[in-house]
């Protein structure tokens, strides 16, 4: 089946067919490390780490690219309300965004470029624009460099916007600008800022407006034309509406295909630093599993919305617990050696290829997880064995093993082999109490198990446990 995704420029499903054959790049905006990650910038962390996952699984070798932008309005704000210079607040909000990727499982991306280490691609790039005829220097004396929209027919294309129904462009001074919506490429450097804030150009002293950072960074790490450019929808506009804007004014096809993904929210609200509703994900991981809330974030489909509540991240637990309970069971009790132990199902393939269907792959997970265990009860390891090979390789895709080495560091994952063999001599203990008659003692020990949340069940094969 070929693999179709949602094209946010086209709004509809489209095959997706990569620039060169079993080769798929992808660049995805990354945070502004004005401060640490909440849910919902790491919703697209997951998505986008999963996109990644099920195309690496389907054959092809995936560059990622997600950049860092470390100079920014607000990290310049935030940074002078904190008190310390603004590139040592960028980089300790830097670190807490890697701290978060290391908690939910997600895989470092290809390359990460920072904003401030592509100022001369930034620079050139802007010279490019300028030359095409869809830029201008402000004739104010400011130094700031500006696009100009109406030079651009296309503009809007993205968002579906018309020009004259847009609001202003709020990212600099309007009093330079020949148009209220033309946005910044270049900012000139501005005496209450930091003199470090700030890089020679062409116009004088400045720093590059966000729009361009991420155009030239994905100019530099992908080419002039790569396949999918992915982000929040918050982002759709104005920031990629200006990416694409600006890097076809200035010769670059840019981006085939473009993925968002949809909001975290709480109280219907979209989940936001400047909301106020931000749950840190350094803080949601220590009150659930890590895998827990890496569950909770790719259930719903990327395109949907998720309203954060702890009932859902219960039920998440929950699914875990009951996957990890069959997998646990069924690797003690079947053989590895199935040669079909690596396949995943037609259907959660079909899901997968269907603009990455994790709903409908979630349920041929469960279902396998079901019949799996329906297999064992019956004594049929050949297809409990199958239903296991399933299972992980589904897992896998979905970044969800529990045996993953990313893992290892979360509190607890590296105690699951200890546990199992605790219980495994609670229940020789107890096979031996009921050999000599000791039934009291047998009782106990069952009953001690039956406390800690395990089942026993005894079968013709010896006794079971699970969660």
Not at 87 to 109: D, S, W
Not at 437 to 460: F, S
Request: hydrophobic share 40%; with cysteine; charged share 25%.
């Amino acid at each position: 089946m070929t693999l179709t995704l949602y094209d946010t420029a086209s709004c509809a499903k489209v095959p997706f067919v990569p620039l060169r054959p079993g080769e798929v790049s992808i660049y995805c905006c990354g945070l502004t490390v004005q401060s640490a990650p909440h849910l919902g910038h790491i919703r697209k962390e997951v998505v986008f780490d999963v996109l990644r996952r099920w195309l690496t699984a389907s054959g092809y070798r995936v560059t990622m690219v997600t950049n860092v932008t470390d100079i920014d309005d607000k990290i310049l704000a935030k940074s002078a309300a904190a008190g310390r210079p603004w590139f040592a607040h960028a980089y300790a909000n830097e670190l807490e965004l890697h701290r978060a990727y290391a908690a939910l499982g997600l895989a470092p991306p290809t390359y990460e470029p920072r904003a401030t280490g592509h100022i001369p691609e930034m620079v050139e790039l802007t010279q490019q624009i300028i030359a095409n005829g869809h830029a201008y220097v402000a004739d104010d004396g400011s130094g700031d460099v500006y696009f100009d929209v109406r030079s651009w027919p296309s503009y809007g294309e993205l968002s579906g916007q018309r020009l004259d129904e847009m609001e202003p462009a709020l990212d600099a001074d309007p009093r330079g600008k020949r148009d209220p919506r033309d946005f910044a490429l270049w900012k000139g450097y501005k005496p209450d800022e930091p003199v470090t804030a700030s890089w020679p150009s062409p116009w004088g002293r400045g720093r590059p407006g966000w729009h361009l950072e991420c155009s030239a960074m994905a100019g530099k790490y992908l080419g002039d034309v790569f396949d999918i450019h992915g982000g929040g929808i918050d982002l759709k506009f104005p920031h990629h509406e200006n990416e694409l804007a600006q890097s076809k004014a200035a010769g670059r096809g840019f981006a085939r295909y473009w993925m968002h993904n949809a909001w975290v929210t709480m109280s219907g609200e979209k989940m936001s630093k400047s909301l106020g509703n931000g749950l840190l994900v350094t803080e949601v991981t220590k009150q659930w599993p890590a895998r827990a809330v890496r569950l909770y974030l790719v259930a719903p489909h990327y395109r949907s919305m998720v309203e954060f509540s702890d009932a859902a991240l219960a039920e998440a637990a929950a699914a875990l617990g009951r996957i990890d309970s069959f997998v646990a069971r069924a690797t003690r009790e079947c053989s590895a050696e199935d040669p079909r132990i690596a396949e995943r199902p037609a259907q959660f393939n079909a899901a997968m290829d269907d603009d990455l269907g994790t709903p409908a792959g979630l349920a041929v997970l469960y279902d396998t997880v079901r019949e799996g265990n329906r297999s064992l009860d019956a004594g049929d390891l050949a297809a409990a064995g199958l239903a296991l090979g399933q299972v992980t390789a589904m897992l896998d895709v979905f970044g969800l093993r529990a045996d993953d080495p990313v893992w290892a560091s979360q509190t607890g994952s590296d105690l699951v082999p200890v546990v199992d063999g605790l219980v495994a001599a609670l229940l020789e203990q107890r096979a031996a109490a009921r050999t000599r008659k000791d039934y009291a003692a047998a009782d106990a020990i069952r009953d001690q198990l039956t406390k800690l949340g395990l089942t026993i069940e005894d079968t013709p094969q010896g006794p079971r446990w699970s969660r």
